[in-house]
C-alpha cells in the first residue's frame, strides 16, 4: 500500500455540488497539507495541520474546507464547485521537525468540474 | 505568491548529457529541496539542502545553494530517458511555520 493515499484518483462533478477529497497517510506523520496544481502554476497551498487540533488556511482557502478526523486522515471538501476548481490535488505529509524535512506527497486527485 | 522560480521552464537533452536547473527564490529560508514528478503523478522528494550548506550530492544528483544570491541549482548527470519529468524547488521560509513553497517547475526531456 501506498504511504499516502488518495481518493478518488479522478472524479467530474456538476458545478454547484459539495465533494470531498479524501487522504490517508501510514507514515505516522503529524503534519499534513492539500495542495493544488494547475498547468504553470506550481503548486499552490490550500490548507495544512501540524495536528489534529491544529489546521491552519494556506494561501488559497477561499472555497475549500478541511477536516483532521485522526492523525491519518485529512479531506479536503469544496462546498460549492465551481468549474475553476478544476484541477489536480496532492495531498503531503512531513516528518518535521524529527526527520529529513521532505515530504511525502500522494498520487493526485485530478478533479474536473463541469 | 511563488517563492521559488526554476530556470529554465523547459530542457530538451539527449541521453547521456548532463541536464542543469536553476532556482531563484526571494526571501532568507531555512532549507531548499528540489522534487521530481513524472507526467500527472505525485511529487517525489530527490533532496534537501540547508541554508548553512553549500552543496550536497546523491547519486548523480548534484545541489548547489548560493544564499547570497538567493539561488540553487539542480545537476543531473549522465542523464539517462527514465529522468525525464518536470523538477520543482520548493523552499521553507525562516519567517514562516515549516511549510513549503514551490516553484513553477522545469520541464526536463530527455532523449533516447
Known amino acids: 500500500d501506498a504511504d499516502v493515499t488518495q481518493t478518488p484518483r479522478n472524479r467530474i462533478t456538476k458545478t454547484g455540488k459539495r465533494i470531498m477529497l479524501e487522504c490517508s497517510q501510514t507514515k505516522g506523520h503529524d503534519r499534513m497539507y492539500w495542495y493544488r496544481q494547475d498547468p504553470g502554476l506550481g503548486l499552490r497551498l490550500i490548507y495544512y495541520s501540524f495536528d489534529v487540533k491544529d489546521i491552519n488556511k494556506g494561501e488559497i482557502s477561499d472555497g475549500y474546507s478541511v477536516s483532521r478526523q485522526a492523525q491519518a486522515k485529512f479531506s479536503l471538501s469544496l462546498e460549492s464547485a465551481i468549474p475553476n476548481q478544476t484541477a489536480l490535488y496532492f495531498c503531503a505529509t512531513s516528518d518535521f521537525p524529527t526527520g529529513n524535512y521532505g515530504y511525502t506527497f500522494g498520487s493526485g486527485t485530478r478533479l474536473t468540474v463541469v | ?112
Request: aromatic residues 6%; hydrophobic residues 30%; positive net charge.
Open chain 2, 1 to 112: 505568491s511563488q517563492q521559488g522560480e526554476e530556470d529554465p521552464q523547459a530542457l530538451s537533452i539527449q541521453e547521456g548529457e548532463n541536464a542543469t536547473m536553476n532556482c531563484s527564490y526571494k526571501t532568507s529560508i531555512n532549507n531548499l529541496q528540489w522534487y521530481r514528478q513524472n507526467s500527472g503523478r505525485g511529487l517525489v522528494h530527490l533532496i534537501l539542502i540547508r541554508s548553512n550548506e553549500r552543496e550536497k550530492h546523491s547519486g548523480r544528483l548534484r545541489v548547489t545553494l548560493d544564499t547570497s544570491k538567493k539561488s540553487s541549482s539542480l545537476l543531473i548527470t549522465a542523464s539517462r530517458a527514465a529522468d525525464t519529468a518536470s523538477y520543482f524547488c520548493a523552499t521553507d521560509k525562516t519567517s514562516g511555520s515549516e511549510k513549503l513553497v514551490f516553484g513553477k517547475g522545469t520541464k526536463l526531456t530527455v532523449n533516447p
